[in-house]
C-alpha cells in the first residue's frame, strides 16, 4: 500500500493518526478521512496508509 503524503484530511482538516488507512483521491490530489470520504461524492479512491513515526518515509 502506497504511504499517504498528507498529514490532515483535505475535507475536515482533522490530523491523521500513524498508521491510519486514509483515502487518496487522485482528482483532487487530497486524501480524506474514512468519514469524510463517505460523504464525499468522488469516483475513484485509492488507500493509503499514514505512515508510523518511526517508519522512514
Not at 31 to 38: A, E, G, L, M
Amino acid at each position: 500500500m502506497k504511504e499517504a503524503k498528507s498529514k490532515y484530511c483535505g475535507e475536515c482538516q482533522r490530523d491523521f493518526v500513524p498508521g491510519e488507512i486514509v483515502w487518496y483521491a487522485w482528482i483532487e490530489n487530497r486524501s480524506f478521512c474514512s468519514d469524510c470520504k463517505s460523504k464525499l461524492n468522488i469516483k475513484d479512491w485509492e488507500p493509503r496508509k499514514v505512515p508510523d513515526k518511526n517508519e522512514k518515509g
